[in-house]
């Protein structure tokens, strides 16, 4: 028969006192502080942290890409920077008084008026030639420059640089062509505009000098045509000189065959074809002449006569368009009440 277990003997020291809570303590280490506890005497266990993750390689997060700004940001942006504002002193706002000085304060935009005639600017009225003419002219500048890097006015080697532009220069008959189909068309297109403008009245009042001015420019552009041809020093060129500058001596007043040449003193050596050609006949003067005229003085005196024809344009109330419409009321006069 097995033997009855004995129990554990009691814990010695004192006995515990019910109404306190029992903790536990491991010998050698401070006693811990008690656990809160509610009226019921339930002792609340604060809850231990979790316990950390394991340590694992993870990738960086990739860069964000850059957002790219919007139209409207660029342009916003742009407008704020230094360039922007020192060529437009005004902010651009929709107000008439903004835009008129963002126009009459900026060296390029004030070369036309703030507001203009809408009808003045239609390509049916007219026909655009004042500006192609322009056009023709800064084309025959920039062609007739390259032209003179290869040109000579001298007799002899003036005909041969043409060959040379026109076999062995790259591009170089391109570039005469255009210089010299250039200078057509701008004849063409001066007379269409002078054409123009005479019919749709615009050399009246207040108009009226800027007419004149436009008559010379008429006349340089001829003149410029004229000097061009006796460059190429051929056949052509000589022959058409010859003859205009045979018309020069019977010019009223400047030639010694026209009217008052020779009560005024004029002769066959000091009137006007003998200053054109620097001599009595088409030689090496003549191509240096026509030179020094073609590519020095016609084109300044030009570009000044264009600039004031530019600057009245704006001053007499930019191009002249047709009359604004006007309602009945107006033209006959004022209604009469009884």
């Given amino acids: ?14 006995a515990p006192d019910p109404g306190k809570p029992v903790h536990s303590q491991q010998p050698g280490n ?27 390689a993870t990738k960086p997060p990739p860069p964000a890409k850059k957002k790219l700004p919007s139209p409207s940001e660029m342009k916003e942006k742009i407008k704020e920077g230094q360039i922007w504002k020192s060529v437009f002193r005004h902010k651009l706002d929709e107000t008439p008084r903004n835009r008129s000085l963002a126009v009459l304060s900026n060296v390029f935009l004030h070369l036309h008026p703030a507001k203009i005639n809408r009808d003045a600017v239609r390509y049916n009225f007219t ?52 210089h010299r189909w250039a200078a057509h068309a701008m004849v063409i297109t001066v007379w269409l505009h002078m054409f123009r403008v005479f019919l749709t009245g615009s050399y009246k009042p207040p108009r009226e000098f800027n007419w004149n001015i436009g008559v010379l420019l008429l006349l340089f552009t001829l003149l410029l045509s004229f000097t061009g041809y006796l460059l190429p020093d051929d056949q052509l060129g000589f022959w058409a000189v010859t003859v205009g500058t045979n018309m020069a001596r019977a010019t009223p007043l400047l030639g010694h065959e026209g009217p008052f040449g020779q009560q005024l003193g004029f002769t ?16 090496a003067n003549a191509l240096l002449r026509a030179y020094i005229w073609h590519c020095i003085a016609i084109p300044i005196i030009a570009s000044v006569l264009m600039i004031v024809h530019f600057w009245r344009i704006r001053k007499d109330g930019a191009i002249s368009g047709p009359a604004p419409v006007m309602i009945e009321q107006d033209v006959s006069g004022p209604v009469k009440t009884r």
């Fill in 268 to 283: 066959a050596f000091n009137d006007v074809r003998f200053a054109l050609l620097g001599g009595s006949i088409v030689d």
């Fill in 30 to 56: 401070p006693p811990s502080p008690l656990p809160a506890s509610d009226k019921q005497g339930v002792v609340n266990v604060p809850a231990s942290p979790p316990a950390a993750p394991a340590a694992t």
């Fill in 127 to 178: 026909w655009g030639m004042g500006g192609i003419t322009f056009y023709l002219f800064v084309v025959l500048t920039i062609t007739g420059v390259l032209l003179m890097f290869y040109f000579h006015p001298s007799k002899g080697q003036a005909f041969r640089d043409i060959m040379y532009l026109q076999h062995d220069v790259p591009f170089g008959n391109f570039m005469r062509n255009m």
């Fill in 1 to 14: 028969m097995a033997e009855p277990v004995k129990p554990p003997d009691p814990p010695k020291g004192p």
